[in-house]
């Protein structure tokens, strides 16, 4: 895995915009590992995956994350700012499988990677208003021996087991609302909120492409590829 270029990284947005977030996810990790085969990054578990997200996002856009997170209490947007470090935990290494037993009963099972989360997103309409049977259907998939059916419990030790396992799969944040003072945990998407930050960026790039094309006749791939300062100074004259 490498850091990729600003004209790179336009052309991965470009190609993962059609995508859902799974395999739009896995089109940023290709552009920054192509010596990677894409099912190889397919196959990294979902922790993994967010892990060299993270990575990615540092490289591009710096170690601190801003942005905004709405409070379940009240609904009031609260401002949050935390470097990477922060929420980066240990990141699984490849396995082809764990065993343990559950709920009394041996299994084996694999962490959810990639081709999961697709696999439901395209199932999406059916499993929307029943979170538990995407949740079964998800562990069923994982399972690669011993019985498909799970008890509650099984079920439950088999999910806190993953999460030991692939600490970075399920990255929460610790916040206070300023408003009502509700405190509580947030699921943070570290795949959703690195593509609103490129979907921003790419927004703002071609805009500036667009100006200073139309003043200089610059190709696109020259623009992007001058430093954003160098890109800025131009964008002040042509305004001025």
Known sequence: ?????????????????????????????????PE???????????????????????????????????????????????????????????????????????????????????????RQDELRSDPERARHLLLERCILAGPRELSERAESELVARMGELDPQAETRLAIECPACHHRGNVLFDVGGFLWQEIHAWARRMLREVHALASAYGWSEREIV?????????YLEMVGS
């Open 1 to 33: 895995m490498r850091p990729i270029s600003a004209v790179e990284m336009l052309d991965a947005w470009d190609r993962a915009s059609a995508l859902g977030p799974a395999r739009r996810a896995l089109e940023l990790l290709r552009a920054a590992s």
């Open 36 to 122: 990677e085969p894409p099912e190889a990054l397919a196959a990294l578990s979902i922790g993994t995956r967010d892990a060299r997200l993270l990575t990615l996002r540092e490289w591009f856009f710096g170690p601190r994350i801003e942005g905004q997170i709405r409070c379940r209490q009240c609904s009031e947007n609260i401002e949050a700012s935390f470097p990477i470090a922060h929420i980066r935990t240990r990141a699984q290494e490849p396995a082809s499988g764990f065993e343990m037993t559950a709920g009394g009963t041996p299994i084996r099972f694999r962490l959810p990677d990639s081709t999961d989360l697709d696999w439901l997103e395209r």
């Open 225 to 233: 590829s001058m430093s954003a300062a160098r890109r800025a100074a």
